[in-house]
C-alpha cells in the first residue's frame, strides 16, 4: 500500500507534462515480449516483430474509432471511526473497432484470459507500456481481453465490434507506468494481411498458374517475385523454381524444369522475407 512505501520521491513541478492522451490503438504481445527503452525508439524493432513468427509475433489492431474509460474506482471502508482503502481498482477499457466482417472474425480469435500483454497508443502518438524488473518496456499484463458481438448499425450509429479490456494489475502503470514517443513511426507500422492461393488453369510439370489475394477483401496482391514462393512436396521437399511472372489479370505463372509433381503445394516464403512484407498465405494452398 501506498502508506507502506519508504522512498518517497520529490514532487517538484516537471517542464514536460507527459501524460497519456486519448487512446486511439493498441498492440499486443506474447506475455514474454518485452524491448529496451532504447531499441522501443527504433521503428524497426516494432515492424520485425510484427512481421515475426507466429509464436512470437505482436498484433497492431485497427484503429479504434470508440474509447470509454471504464476503470473501476478504488474501494474504500467507511466507518464512523474512519476510512480505510481496501484496494485501488483495476484499468479496464471499452473501446470499438469499425472494419469488415472478415476482421471482426479475426480479432474474435484473439478473445481470452489467455496470457498476453498490451501497448496503448494514443493520439499524441505514443507508446504506452510499464518496465518490468530488467528496466524494459513491455506492455501491460491482460487479466481479460474480449472481443464482443457485432453491435449493429440502427439508423444512427454504425455497425462496430465493442472490445473489453482488463489489466491484472494496476501497479504496472501507477508505479511502474513508461511512456514512449514514437510520432516518428508509429503510424507508419503495419500488420500482416492474410491471403489465399487459389489454382487457375491446369498445372503441369514446368508450370503453375495461381491468383494471390487478400483473404477479406480478394484484393490481388501484385508485385511478387520468384523469391516470394515456395513450392514443396507433401513431405516437404524444396521444387526449384525457375521464374515467376505476374500477367495483367493478376495471375502469377510459377516455372520449373519438370520439377512440380502431384501433390505439391505453393506457398509464400516467411511474411518478414517477402519483398514486399506483410503479407502470410493461409489455408487454400494449391495442388499439382
Known sequence: MADCVIDKKNLGI???NALPALMKGMIT??????ITTTNALVKANWQNALLATESSRIYLWPKFRMFENASED????ETDLSSQKVRDGRYRFKVSVQESLCLHKAMFT???????????????NQIIGTL???GNFCGFDIELLNVEKLKFNDGKVSTKTPIYVVLSDNKELDVNGAIIGASAFVNDLFSIVDVDIVQTGSATTS??????KATCDGTSIDGLVAADFTVKSSSGTSRTISGVTQASDGVYSIASSAAFTVGDIVDLVAASALSIPGYESTGGKVTV
Not at 29 to 34: E, I
Not at 74 to 77: C, F, L, S, T, W
Open 14 to 16: 516537471s517542464k514536460c
Open 29 to 34: 504481445t506474447p506475455a514474454n515480449f518485452s
Open 74 to 77: 478504488a474501494v474504500y471502508e
Open 110 to 124: 484473439h478473445s481470452g484470459n489467455a496470457s498476453q500483454k498490451v501497448f496503448f497508443i494514443d493520439t499524441e
Open 132 to 134: 518490468n524488473a530488467a
Open 207 to 212: 508450370l503453375i498458374k495461381v491468383t494471390v
